[in-house]
């Protein structure tokens, strides 16, 4: 298997496909690592989830680390992966709140 970076269309095809992040949170000493259902819209990933461990972590500190991966389509051995950073921010606008829950 070689390795080599993905260009920005196979990027934006495995966000446009895959629907499985796993989303890094650290606050306070503690380390979590959790996978969520997510869209790739209007340049960011959206995701539902419960208010709980990962809310409380991001609250404290929203700078998150990311990986998708497209193993589930491809295979364990031809698999692509992006891996990031970024912020978790907790949408509360009722309008874009539907709008994500229609596409999710």
Known sequence: MAFRELNQAEIATLLDVERLVRIGFEAGGEAY??????????????????????????????????????SSRTGPFAWHSVSGEGIFEIVTDAKEIEAVDALL
């Open 33 to 70: 690592l959790v996978p969520l259902g997510f869209i790739w819209h209007r340049n960011a990933l959206y995701a539902m989830t419960t208010r709980g461990r990962k809310t409380r972590m991001a609250a404290a500190n929203p700078r998150v680390s990311f990986q998708i991966d497209s």
